[in-house]
């Protein structure tokens, strides 16, 4: 389900209608331009992309003025309206009464916008007052499609970003050592997210994986939460998008650390999802990490021909070269991943924004999910289009409902992608915690715990029998060990009550 503030909840679904699309989803869509490797010197180039010198104080061109410009058409065509804070009201602008210069009404035909110059421009969901949801930023989103849900009603301009000054409570901006690698994954602040930062940084720290590697958190809302102050957080403005397609943060916070002044130093960046629990250290892959050459997982539909399809129905680069079907663990190059962002990012938008209007394409592609799976192929695809080439993996990771892992093999799992957790049949104590979902895994055990569950964060079962598989046991080991070693997540509106939904 996705959540959403609560004056759009009782919004339905309000998908795009139209023609027919473009052959590539969104044909016409300019290529993002790639961001600055992290280690060059941008003062020294020019001003970056994002305003900022190469020792993070503000470059930002006072004299240039943030706007914002309405266009009745996708893809920033047809009538234009343009905006800037002369405009507004103290940088507010509500739609309610406004319209385009062709005296068409503003809210009911606007269908594209686009933001220029060194501020950002902050989506309210409500004329008169501020309900903020999402946010524009013009080096990083460009033109940008408007979607009729959930429904931006205000916009307010900020005339300088956010990232443009360092995050006071992100630590690694002010190390004085740069670290081999550093492990990064995309999430929300939620209760289902909560306990996954905790034990995800548990992990990484049982692993051993500090000595050499370091760990962020990107967010996506619009303000750090309290869980900043023990786990290491990078705070990302959500794309308006993302309400539609929680995965798009993935892409869209990589982009906007790259862009901030936070951006990161380690030479390895390997991305990990927050449900990737580490087990041992990944050091030695990542030092196998080259410019143009990666390392990962196999993904699941490794193999299979609709993957090419696909990339040569919407490719822009390299139509002919091999697409390599790598799931997460991502082990890339930084300055590889500042190209490969935008791009992961752009061709995410262009599948889903063609699956939601176009069912046959829809579907066609349903075999490798491209409804849910479209971040894993904006990876793939990203990847082919800037020639990055990678070795891919057998098993870095285990999966909950993979067969467990045999004891001499726990070495080799660096990771484990946890979902559900078993203990075994004829375990009395277990009883007490089995679950009614999930018939179709009794083989493995007492069903005990899953992430599914609106209770996975309330509900630790203990201890772990012998007999436990090892996907299980890491799972609850870590859920129980985290938790005494951090303390109790608490309650906080920083977390809504929906079990789900985001903070904002």
């Known amino acids: 389900m996705t959540y959403l503030p609560s004056r759009v909840k009782t919004k339905t679904w309000e998908k795009q209608k139209g023609g027919k699309p473009p052959n590539s989803g969104s044909h016409n869509r300019r290529l993002p331009p790639p961001l600055p490797p992290s280690n060059l010197n941008v003062a020294s180039q020019g001003q970056s992309n994002t305003g900022i010198d190469s020792v993070g104080k503000s470059a930002v061109d006072t004299n240039i003025v943030t706007s914002l410009t309405f266009y009745t058409e ?13 405009d507004t009201v103290a940088g507010v602008y509500d739609f309610c009464g406004k319209k385009f210069p062709n005296n ?9 916008w686009q933001a220029e110059g060194p501020g950002e421009i902050e989506l309210h969901l409500d004329c008169g007052s501020d309900n903020y949801w999402a946010s524009l930023f013009p080096d990083i989103d460009g033109c940008t499609n408007f979607w009729t849900w959930p429904m931006t009603q205000r916009v307010r301009i900020r005339p300088i ?15 004085s050592t740069v670290a081999e690698y550093h492990i990064v994954y995309s999430g929300e602040s939620s209760r289902y997210m909560g306990y996954q930062a905790q034990a995800n940084y548990y992990g990484f720290l049982a692993s051993n994986n500090d ?9 996506s809302a619009g303000q750090i939460d309290d869980l900043a102050e023990q786990f290491p957080t990078f705070y990302a403005k959500r794309h308006p998008f993302s309400r539609r397609y929680g995965p798009l943060n993935k892409a869209d916070g990589i982009v906007k650390w790259y862009a901030s002044v936070d951006r990161p130093k380690s030479e390895v960046i390997v991305l990990i999802d927050p449900d990737n629990w580490m087990t041992q250290s990944v050091r030695d892959i990542a030092q196998k990490v080259r410019r143009g050459q990666g390392l990962a997982q196999a993904a699941w539909y490794s193999g299979s021909s609709l993957l090419t399809k696909l990339w040569r129905t919407v490719c822009k ?9 790598t799931a997460v663990p991502y082990f890339i190059h930084r300055d590889d991943l500042a190209v490969v962002g935008p791009l992961w990012k752009m061709y995410t938008l262009m599948l889903k924004e063609r699956a939601e ?45 993979d067969a467990p892992v045999s004891k001499h093999a726990e070495a080799e799992i660096r990771m484990i992608h946890m979902g559900r957790a078993w203990m075994p049949k004829g375990y009395a104590p277990a009883e007490r915690w089995r679950h009614t979902e999930g018939k179709e ?3 493995r055990g007492v069903q005990v715990w899953c992430k599914c569950n609106d209770t996975a964060d309330k509900i630790y079962p203990w201890p772990v029998p012998e007999g436990t598989d090892f996907q299980s046991r890491i799972t ?14 608490p309650d906080s509106y920083l977390r809504p009550r929906n079990y789900h939904e985001p903070l904002a």
Not at 378 to 398: D, E, M, S, Y
Not at 476 to 489: A, D
Request: hydrophobic residues 40%; aromatic residues 12%.
């Open 317 to 325: 680069e390299r139509c002919n070269d091999q697409v390599y079907a």
């Open 476 to 489: 609850l080991e870590y859920l129980k060990k985290s938790q005494e070693k951090f303390g109790k997540i």
């Open 104 to 112: 068409m009404e503003l809210a009911a035909n606007l269908k594209s």
């Open 211 to 219: 000595q050499f590697g370091r760990w962020t958190r990107i967010m």
């Open 357 to 401: 209007i176009d069912q046959a394409f829809s579907n066609q592609y349903r075999g490798v999910q491209i409804d849910w799976g479209a971040e894993m192929l904006g990876w793939n695809f990203a990847c082919t289009h800037a020639g990055i080439k990678f070795t891919v993996l057998p098993r870095v990771q285990a999966r909950d409902v």
């Open 74 to 86: 996708k893809e920033c065509q047809g009538v234009a309206h343009k905006i800037t804070v002369e």
């Open 161 to 175: 970003s956010y990232l443009a000054t360092p995050q006071a409570m992100y630590p690694h901006a002010r190390n």
């Open 441 to 443: 895994w009794s083989y």
